[in-house]
């Protein structure tokens, strides 16, 4: 995982998270800023910051795909004092983790969970068969509520780790979104991560 210094606060401390986010389950390739997204993703998060709307979704727990047999819980992540990106503590490679600096699964606007795609020693993780999805396949979220959310495939797509269309992945408020997100590539041992993320888009039904 990657560790940065930082005097950043507030809203770039979660753009930083945000960056760390995509790149948490595939080692510690650094990532292309495209500083224009970034900025205005900034502004948008400014605002939201100091105009909160109601929360009507409860956080989710559970992610459930049954096209590749993931039947995990899911936890928040974020980003640490020490500048850390967090991940799942109770079961790291089964379970999931919740961006949870940005929207819930179900409300307005790009929520995203990632996970390891696979554990050390190469074995398969939660999203393991994660690009194999097709449009059209469900991905079923519970809420700490005991909602259940059905969201349907749209795209499954691989970016190169210098390209991840961070606008699109995060902060895209057109519509009730989850993106899911894993590695992929080959494995680049000078930059402790691969070559390829995996994102699968998804909308609410």
């Not at 560790?3 to 790149?23: D, E, R």
Request: aromatic share 8%.
């Amino acid at each position: 995982m990657m560790s940065f210094m930082h005097k950043q606060t507030g809203s770039s401390i979660v753009l930083l998270g945000l960056l760390m986010l995509v790149i948490s389950s595939c080692g510690t390739a650094p990532i292309q800023r495209p500083e224009a997204i970034l900025a205005s993703y900034t502004t948008t998060r400014v605002q939201k910051a100091t105009a909160p709307a109601p929360r009507s979704i409860a956080t989710p727990i559970h992610i459930r795909i049954p096209a590749i047999g993931v039947d995990a819980a899911i936890e928040p992540v974020g980003v640490l004092n020490s500048g850390n990106l967090d991940t799942p503590h109770q079961q790291p490679w089964d379970d999931a983790g919740w961006y949870s600096s940005g929207s819930r699964p179900g409300e307005q606007g790009s929520a995203v969970i990632d996970a390891h795609v696979d554990r050390p020693g190469g074995g398969p993780a939660t999203f393991w068969y994660l690009h194999l999805l097709q449009p059209g396949d469900q991905v079923m979220i519970t809420t700490a509520s005991q909602q259940q959310l059905s969201f349907r495939v749209t795209r499954t797509t691989n970016y190169p780790v210098e390209n991840v269309p961070l606008q699109t992945i995060f902060a895209d408020s057109s519509g009730k979104y989850l993106n899911l997100i894993t590695c992929a590539g080959y494995y680049v041992p000078s930059l402790h991560g691969t070559t390829l993320r995996t994102v699968v888009f998804t909308v609410l039904q």
